[in-house]
């Protein structure tokens, strides 16, 4: 028997990658899935489809984190975010993607940095 070769697949580099639950748990009024659907639009208005902060999207169909969406994550950064709408998704296109600083009053996780003890002030 052959073996099917396996094309290994190429995605341009980008900054970071934004991932937004569309499962029903999270909204089921369309609300996430019309946020990721204006994503494309407000990233392009921002300067963020090409270029060194280049942001690439992804939709989920579950986050297991079923309250308070449209939820979103902010990978690499480890920042998870909730009640993301338009206007707050705004928000953090200008202040995270853009700028670098997470919007702290809405976001519900964020991640450790690998190496981090957890410790409140540092090692």
Not at 29 to 55: E, H, Y
Not at 71 to 86: A, E, H, K, L, S
Request: glycine letters at 12%.
């Amino acid at each position: 028997m052959t073996e099917a070769v396996v094309t290994k697949p190429k995605i341009g580099e980008y900054r970071r990658h934004i991932l937004v639950c569309t499962g029903e748990r999270c909204t089921s009024d369309g609300s996430s899935q019309a946020l990721f659907d204006s994503l494309g639009d407000k990233f392009k208005a921002a300067g963020l489809t090409s270029g060194p902060l280049r942001v690439k999207r992804t939709r989920a169909s579950c986050f297991a984190a079923c309250k308070g969406g449209p939820i979103v994550c902010v990978q690499p950064d480890g920042t998870w975010y909730y009640n993301v709408t338009p206007d707050n998704m705004d928000r953090i296109i200008e202040q995270h993607l853009c700028g670098g600083r997470p919007v702290d009053e809405l976001v519900f996780h964020q991640a450790q940095a690998p190496g981090d003890s957890g410790r409140e002030g540092g090692a």
